[in-house]
């Protein structure tokens, strides 16, 4: 991935390392976005339309929302229905990801 980065986006590469480390910039600089686990965790349930209370099960056999939120979003054949979206949006790059983020902090 790194490799990718400095042949094709070099000027992300620092974007991509923090994004690795999820962190947003350097500890000094104290960026949080503010989002907590349970906010993860709704999101992950209005995402796949399942209860709150089924993705905490599911969390705690599999310990990774990532793995929960994969398992369930099988089930939802069209996100963008859910949230009402009815035009393609622009893919998503790594800096709108992190300036988002770096927005919310």
Excluded at 19 to 42: D, Q, S, V
Excluded at 82 to 99: I, S
Aim: hydrophobic residues 40%.
């Amino acid at each position: 991935m790194f490799r990718s980065a400095i042949v094709l986006k070099p000027e992300e590469l620092t974007q991509l390392f923090y994004f690795f480390l999820t962190k947003l910039g350097p500890e000094y600089e104290a960026l949080e976005t503010g989002i907590g686990p349970e906010l993860l965790n709704k999101a992950v349930s209005k995402a796949t339309g399942k209860d709150l209370k089924s993705i905490r099960a599911e969390l705690k056999k599999t310990g990774d929302l990532g793995d929960v939120a994969m398992k369930s979003k099988k089930s939802v054949k069209d996100l963008s229905s859910m949230f009402g979206a009815k035009k393609k949006e622009a893919p998503l790059t790594l800096k709108k990801v992190m300036d988002t983020f770096m927005t919310l902090s």
